[in-house]
């Protein structure tokens, strides 16, 4: 698992990339030849979602944006990915341009402890902007990875995300043009690693060992201060999620928001509590 603050410590961080969000809503493409691409309404995010092979050859490719750190992030699942437990170098490469691209892949974590695949993050854009109509994406690496997907209608699916992005955003209550057309994402301005620390564990919960991942989303306001926070995925205990929320309000700090003439803007934050109790 990729964490802020390591490892070692029995509550942290999880960054957005590495886990699963449950999803409210499945919206199937309904042209016939993009019959195999999904939009997956998440709480915390929309996922595109492409198919490929079938039964235990199978798999799936998912695209969604990244809130936390800008751009995309991809993962890849399938019974022909690798099982990898560390940081491992992947190459992307786009048919028929040929085009390559180099990534640091991470294990993708299914339910925080089983690595089932890989996810990597495209910071800057450069496959979704080189994404064009009835494409191949290849994605080769260690441990014999060589797994080819088709990508047909890829320009239309996108829109599909982005519509389904807006829909999110403006849930949130912000302005979706203007968060899509920030110079600069919201990013901690002190160290998110002791937001939340093992000293910080309701002692009931401490004592009873209830665990979870509380996923949150702060509210930003111009001067980088926390306005806002609500809990988007629960830890399936309200104490841990209460806890958490106290917690952020009084030490999350952060350098606001941008927008694309440079101004300070509202935004939000996403990210996610693992409770574990120390063993």
Known sequence: ???????????????????????????????????????????????????????????????????????????????????YTSATPVTVTLSPSLAAHRFQANPYLLDLRTARGVGWSDTDNRLVDALRSDQQITVTGAKKLNVAIGLPNAPDALKALEACDDDLIAGWGFDARQQRSLSAQVKPSNNPGRWVTNNDYPREDFVRKNEGLTTFLLSVGIDGGVTGCRIVGSSGFPSLDKRTCELLNARAAFAPAKDSSGRPVASFYINRVWWQVPR
């Open 1 to 83: 698992m990729s964490v802020i603050n390591g490892m070692a410590a029995a509550v942290s961080l999880a960054l957005s990339a590495a886990g699963i969000f449950a999803a409210t809503e499945t919206s199937q493409l309904s042209a016939e030849s993009t019959a195999r691409w999904e939009v997956d309404y998440g709480e915390t995010k929309c996922r595109l979602i492409r198919h490929f092979g079938s039964g235990s050859d199978g798999g799936r490719l998912e695209i969604a944006r990244d809130w936390s750190f800008g751009g995309y992030s991809w993962i890849l699942v399938g019974a022909n990915v690798p099982v």
